[in-house]
């Protein structure tokens, strides 16, 4: 059987999502031989235009992205979004609060025309994605797990409850204990609670459960006197996309 051909794309983002693809150490062996890589703009100096699955790293932000995403998608059979650029407009998103003029103007003053860039979104908002693996960045676990899924032909399982769960069942103390906030009860879990293990607060990189209203972690809201919706209000720095869109709703 021929293996399936895969390709690592990157839109507007850092680079650290295919970062972590080329950090997953023991594991990249087996991933290069279950898969052929025949595109991976920051790995592989040849590149392909015949592959089946394709790994897209960044938010649509200029034209260009919006080119090369469409031509993507009408190659690809199957599109994994890595990363929360990808997955949610990420970071790149806090440009639209702005404007995306005004920040054009902000950053590259009377050179702003030079410019192509366009309001930021998820590429969801243009092509179908098949899965997400969420995150900033994602886990390099969750995403060699979506493609062996796939290759062995059964659905990927991609959490839908919050960072809570996975938190406490750590025994980690809540970050709202020690004088912290946290959006865990309404972010999507997978990452392990990482931050709040850290004794950091969640930012929820990996977007918010699907339906906050009945999948938040409610006794926590209740313990500590918030609502779905203060939380929802914090969810600027990788959701802004989101808010965005359903303001304008
Ligand atoms: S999701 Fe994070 S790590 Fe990935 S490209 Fe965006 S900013 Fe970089
Ligand atoms: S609110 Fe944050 S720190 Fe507290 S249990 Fe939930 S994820 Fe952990
Ligand atoms: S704890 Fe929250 S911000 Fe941190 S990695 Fe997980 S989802 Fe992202």
Redesign the pocket.
């Known amino acids: 059987m021929s293996k399936p051909k895969v390709g690592v794309f ?1 839109l507007a ?8 693809i080329l950090n997953l150490e023991d594991e990249l062996i087996d991933f290069i031989c279950a898969v052929d890589i025949v595109h991976f703009t920051e790995a592989i100096t040849e590149h392909s235009d015949t592959y089946d699955i394709a790994l897209i ?3 649509v932000s200029t034209k260009h992205d919006l080119e090369r995403l469409e031509h993507i998608a009408s190659v690809a059979k199957i599109i994994i979004a ?5 997955s949610t407009g ?3 998103c806090l440009k639209n609060l702005y404007g995306t003029e005004k920040a054009k103007e902000l950053v590259y003053g009377d050179k702003k025309d030079w410019i192509d860039a366009i309001d930021t979104k998820p590429i969801d908002a243009y092509v179908k994605v098949d899965y997400h693996a969420r ?4 886990t390099r676990a969750e995403i060699v797990d979506i493609v062996k899924s796939l290759i062995m032909g059964k659905v990927p399982e991609i959490p839908d409850y919050p960072v809570c769960i996975e938190c406490k069942r750590l025994g980690n103390i809540c970050v709202y204990e020690t004088g912290g906030t946290c959006m865990g009860p309404v972010a999507r879990a997978g990452c392990n609670a990482r931050c709040p293990s850290a004794n950091s607060g969640c930012e929820a ?1 990996r977007g918010p459960v699907d339906d906050p209203n009945i999948n938040a972690q409610k006794d926590l809201l209740d313990r500590y006197g918030l609502t779905v919706e203060d939380i929802m209000e914090g969810f600027n720095l990788y959701n802004a996309c989101k808010k965005i869109e359903q303001k304008n709703k």
């Open positions: 990157g983002g850092c680079g650290g999502c295919q970062l972590e790293e960044g938010s890595i990363g929360a650029c990808s990420g970071l790149n995150g900033c960045p994602p990189c």
